[in-house]
């Protein structure tokens, strides 16, 4: 009824990737549970730093993937302390099965 949907698991889950929930998270992506974790949780660091302890999640949404498959572009949208910001977060496949992510504006 008016309220966000929530991703619990990824839509590429992996089983050799631990679930971690990931509670009012916008629902959106490429990445599994475990990474949109860790980008959550530097997000909510960045916002904290700034004296913002009020984050929530808005959209997450894909805007670029790399032809040869070397990284893909997400949006993430967050509404902080009342002000949206919309934070763009690269993320690279390893050599190893991992990803790595970065944030690279917002």
Not at 4 to 24: A, K
Not at 39 to 60: F, G, H, M, P
Request: proline residues 3%; contains cysteine; aromatic residues 10%.
């Amino acid at each position: 009824m008016g309220s966000t949907p929530v991703d619990f698991f990824s839509q590429e889950f992996s089983s050799s990737t631990d679930i971690v929930p990931v509670n009012g998270l916008a629902i959106g992506g490429l990445g599994d549970a475990l990474l949109k974790s860790s980008v959550w949780n530097s997000l909510l660091d960045y916002e904290r730093k700034q004296n913002c302890a009020d984050v929530t999640s808005k959209a997450i949404s894909l805007a670029q993937i790399n032809e040869a498959g070397e990284y893909w572009v997400e949006n993430w949208t967050v509404n902080a302390c009342s002000q949206t910001e919309v934070f763009k977060v690269r993320f690279t496949p390893d050599q190893v099965g991992g990803t790595e992510y970065q944030i690279i504006g917002n």
